[in-house]
């Protein structure tokens, strides 16, 4: 009997020389957020196979915080034509919670009318142990005698200790010592990165600004410990009613602020009004219930981070005149 053979399309036919090829492939719709990745690119990082969201907070989440930076801009200079070629060595983290090296190398194959990236296919290579070889080489190339050795190691010790000094000291600097969430220090460089971030993927974004009603007279009836008491009762309700992505920050006094990245205007609403049941509803202690009053903004085209904190402000200011425990936006 003949064999008829049924043809693919041709986006079928790139799908099956994706998952076939042994390297990480991926590819991003730039209009749509999606990011498809071929089998051996969970393989590469120990996981199974398409059990990862599929968008640009998967391979964000995978890079070494220490190459970040590094990679984000040789990413835009390459999107926004500044850069002739898309190549660059960096580490991505394992399901394990060890890091590999991988060569990252990827051509824009569409673009938009406007001149932004559409479409974007890259591959992310194993070059791990090209680099453990390459260490290996170098070390015997090395001529440095045992006391030299002995002594970089004392000293990466002693480096090691100062630098987890330097983390505590900066985690206490970004955390309110009250509620032990961020303080406005942190949250202003959180939504700066959160902003960048949503122009460049053309993602959306939100933030929510809170406000404890009529605060004063819980300090004044009740005294500050229960003021202090009130302004943690609420950290911890937010903290619960919001995604791991998002962030809550201690704005100053009775004020607060949410970040809320990839969402926009209309799930922040529900997000608040979530929020405001939540706190309406639970006491403080035996003899205090507050209420909340919300502002919320989502970010704008060409909009600073500054100008989006400004107008959820106002917004909240609305909810204060209007009549207390209301959301505006």
């Known amino acids: 009997m003949k064999q008829v053979m049924i043809p693919q399309s041709n986006e079928e036919s790139v799908r099956t020389i994706l ?56 990413f835009d200079a390459y999107t926004t034509q500044k850069s002739k070629h898309y190549q660059i060595e960096y580490r991505c983290k394992c399901k394990s919670g060890d890091y590999i090296w991988v060569e990252d190398r990827a051509k824009i194959v569409d673009w938009n009318d406007d001149g932004t990236v559409a479409r974007m296919i890259g591959c992310h ?12 080489l170098s070390s015997k190339t090395k001529t440095l005698e045992a006391l030299v050795e002995e002594r970089t190691q004392q000293l990466i010790k002693v480096n090691a200790e100062l630098e987890l000094k330097v983390e505590e000291v900066q985690r206490l600097a970004e955390t309110d010592s009250l509620t032990q969430i961020a303080n406005r220090y942190h949250f ?39 003021g202090d008491l009130t302004l943690i009762h609420i950290a911890k309700v937010v903290t619960e009613n919001i995604r791991d992505i998002d962030l809550v920050a201690r704005w100053g006094g009775d004020e607060f602020m949410i970040i809320l990245p990839n969402t926009p205007l209309k799930s922040a609403i529900i997000t608040a009004e979530k929020i405001l049941e939540k706190i309406a509803s639970r006491q403080v202690n035996d003899k205090v219930v507050v209420t909340v009053s919300f502002g919320i903004a989502e970010l704008r085209e060409s909009e600073s981070s500054m100008r989006l904190t400004v107008r959820a402000d106002n917004a909240l200011y609305q909810s204060k005149y209007t009549g207390k425990n209301t959301i505006n936006y």
Do not use: C
């Open 188 to 226: 202003e460089k959180v939504l700066q990165r959160e902003v960048e971030r949503a122009k460049r993927f053309k993602e959306t974004l939100s933030i929510i600004a809170m406000d404890i009603d009529d605060f004063k007279n819980v300090n004044d009836q009740f005294g500050h410990s229960t």
């Open 125 to 136: 290579r194993n070059i791990n142990d090209k680099k453990i070889m390459q260490d290996q």
């Open 19 to 74: 998952d076939i090829i042994s390297d990480g492939i991926w590819d991003w719709n730039a209009n749509t957020g999606y990011v498809y990745r071929s089998p051996a690119w969970y393989t590469m990082l120990g996981y199974e196979v398409h059990t990862l969201d599929n968008d640009v907070f998967t391979w964000e989440s995978v890079i070494h915080e220490d190459d970040f930076e590094r990679v984000m801009q040789h």
